[in-house]
């Protein structure tokens, strides 16, 4: 009895206890927290002046979170030694390791990265500013940072500022400060004097600039000394001068009842700082330095070398354990920074080890190209072993398969015999040829492409009267003209090339050992039908170009920001023919080196690399249809330029104050 007593109170303040917990967070447990945190006390102030303080202290009304703080917390001027910022509570501490400047204003912007701890509320752009000197600098200067490439907005790549010097000189018996020039070696030499980082739409803001003249540089600063040390750091560099100001402005800003529906747009004053159009284009030097990566030996008949950058220059090989003599056909990628090896003799390749010694080109500490030397040891991943086993298993499985057939189709003649002696009787003959492997492209074509093969491995011989092409008509076939060439560039594939009639089927006859590879193995014959697609089934598209450069190369982009056609406007117009239904984008790049190809920038030698513009909308091409587009690639800035939609660099979402309780009303009618 006494037990029962004791357990009924114990039992009720349980159940209590677990109804409070369930329904904490509901919508019946009070109204949402709505409010953002507010900073309430800040050591040093706000604003401060002649602080010599290096640990910086915010303390808000309700706890904190601080999302991301690496990526998004951005100290300027920069910090050689990475600072400690910790968020714990009410409080968000940041411990400066770097000593003071003098005279200095330091911004620590947080960007979005605060937002109170339960509920999610953003603080939104917040930045922390003090200076080391008298006067607190409140100028800022933003912009964009792209790939000079393709337009993509860069995340995370940091922009800085170098202030232009100045000359003194006598004017009139006064001294009068005029400007100068900014070495180029600033960069190489000297780090961001004011920085900042991009988000993920490419756009910065670079805050507490003092006023004065300045340039703007951008870098992916592999090495964390805010200058450019290295030339695989993708850089962007400006000779525009920035001079900053600011006037007052206003803008509108839209007042929220919930996430759909809005309670009024009111017009709030602000203070506009320019320049806000700054444009950087990045790229990576295309003078890079050049290093030996890596080899492999994944089969025995080739080898790859890796390098950090081309070569007009191929390696030397000497062969330690083989004679490297004519031995190999050498495959090198578009850039040439990747050597592929196809070894011609079995007695070579076999071998599971190669030992060699390799010169070749490389970087040294001055940045000069000099021969290098190395010995190396090269094992294929599949050993000959593995190779004869496969060969004999593959052996056996014909064997049993080709006697099994051949029993079945004889069983009067070995009637009441045992299975050992009718294999013994029967001769297997030699397996099938292994016949030398090849893809080919669409066999359904437009009237602008040529039909290609490609082969697995590197061709010794093509034999071009083996192959016999057509045009059929009503069932005859007449004998067209054709041409086969190797694909410039790919030595494992062959193009063949004809006058194509739109709406017309071609056959082409291929016979057996037509093609033959460095190994011996035949191409095995056959036939393909080839159909030309009719007129019918095109679009066609006029771009008339309005203020373009006299070197510009217009290109036809698909969804996936692919080129499709490539062509170079006459008298002001880029006719793009046989286009297939779809919706397209443009892009347009001036070829100012006349090498038909997108070249990238050079900063020692002040190059920058070649403009690209895209045409900031969408063409919905259909069959039959005609369409006349006027681009004057320069009308619009090139940060506005390329269609989101075929943007790969997305941006992220904005954070905004929801209003949950207004939300939860409507929920409630």
């Known amino acids: 009895m006494l037990r029962k007593i004791h357990l009924l109170p114990l039992f009720t303040v349980l159940v209590i206890v677990l109804y409070a917990c369930a329904n904490i967070g509901t919508p019946d447990g009070g109204p949402y927290d709505e409010t953002p945190p507010r900073v309430v006390h800040t050591t040093p102030k706000f604003g401060a002046t002649h602080s010599k303080a290096t640990k910086i202290v915010l303390e808000f009304d309700e706890n904190v979170r601080l999302e991301r703080a690496a990526e998004k917390v951005v100290i300027s001027p920069p910090q050689m030694n990475q600072p400690e910022i910790d968020a714990v509570g009410k409080r968000i501490t940041v411990s400066l390791e770097d000593s003071l400047l003098p005279n200095t204003t330091y911004t620590i912007d947080f960007s979005d990265a605060i937002s ?34 393709n337009l993509e907005p860069i995340k995370g790549i940091l922009v800085g500022l170098y202030a232009m010097p100045t000359d003194s000189v006598i004017a009139d018996g006064d001294s009068v400060a005029t400007p100068a020039e900014l070495p180029d070696s600033v960069f190489r030499t000297r780090g961001f004097e004011r920085v900042s980082r991009t988000d993920s739409r490419g756009h910065f803001v ?57 309670d009024s747009i009111v017009s709030i004053p602000y203070t506009h700082f320019f320049p806000d159009d700054i444009a950087l284009l990045a790229f990576q030097s295309g003078d890079r330095d ?22 007009s220059a191929l390696p030397h090989i000497e062969g330690l354990n083989f004679d490297a003599t004519d031995a190999f056909f050498i495959d090198a990628n578009p850039t040439r920074d990747t050597l592929t090896y196809w070894i011609r003799d079995s007695l070579i390749y076999n071998q599971d080890t190669l030992h060699m010694a390799l010169r070749f080109h490389a970087t040294d500490t001055l940045g000069q190209l000099v021969e290098k030397f190395d010995t190396l040891t090269l094992t294929s991943k599949i050993s000959y072993e593995r190779v004869q086993k496969r060969l004999k298993e593959a052996w056996e499985n014909y064997a049993k ?33 292994t016949f030398l492997e090849a893809k080919y492209s669409s066999q359904t074509l437009n009237p602008d492409h040529n039909f290609d093969i490609t082969f697995k491995e590197p061709i010794d011989t093509v034999l071009i009267d083996h192959f016999h092409f057509a045009e059929i008509i009503d069932s005859v076939s007449y004998e067209r003209d054709f041409l086969i060439r190797r694909i410039a560039g790919n030595p494992m594939a062959y193009r063949l090339y004809a006058e194509w009639q739109p709406g017309s089927t071609y056959e082409l006859l291929v016979d057996t050992g037509a093609v033959v590879s460095i190994y011996g193995r035949r191409l095995e014959g056959g036939k393909k039908t080839l159909r030309v697609k009719d007129l019918d089934a095109f679009s066609t598209l006029f771009v008339t170009l309005q203020n373009a450069d006299t070197t510009a190369v217009v ?11 490539t062509q170079r406007p006459s008298n002001g117009r880029a006719d793009f023919y046989f286009v297939d239904p779809g919706t397209y984008y443009l892009r347009l790049f001036n070829d100012t080196n006349g090498d ?34 006027t681009w004057n690639p320069t ?20 954070k905004k104050q929801v209003n949950k309780n207004a939300q939860r009303k409507s929920k409630k009618r």
């Open 555 to 565: 290109q036809l982009l698909n969804g996936s920001d692919k080129v499709i056609k």
């Open 290 to 311: 050049r290093a030996f990566l890596k080899s492999e030996r994944p089969q025995l008949e080739k080898f790859s070398f890796y390098f950090t950058a081309p070569d």
């Open 635 to 654: 009308a619009t800035p090139v940060y506005e330029q390329k269609p989101l939609k075929i943007t790969k660099q997305k941006p992220d979402r904005e």
């Open 401 to 433: 398969d080709y006697r099994k057939t051949y029993r079945n189709e004889h069983k009067e003649e070995f009637k009441g015999m045992k299975s050992k002696e009718i294999d013994e009787l029967i001769e297997v003959p030699p397996m099938p040829e």
């Open 596 to 629: 038909g190809v997108w070249s990238t920038g050079d900063y020692d030698q002040q190059r920058q690399a070649e403009a690209v513009y895209y045409y900031p909308g969408a063409l919905e091409l259909r069959a039959q249809w005609e369409i006349s587009q």
């Open 206 to 262: 670079i805050k507490g600039i003092a006023p004065g003249r300045y340039r703007a540089f951008a870098l992916q600063d592999q090495d964390q000394n805010f200058m450019y040390s290295q030339k695989s750091e993708m850089l962007a560099f400006s000779h525009r001068i920035l001079v900053p100001s600011a006037r007052p402005d206003i803008r509108e800003d839209t007042i929220w009842h919930d996430s759909i529906h809005y």
């Open 116 to 149: 109170d701890n339960n509920e999610g509320n953003p603080l939104g752009d917040y930045a922390f500013t003090f200076s080391t000197g008298a006067v607190v600098d409140t100028f800022q200067v933003s912009g964009y940072v792209l790939d000079a490439s």
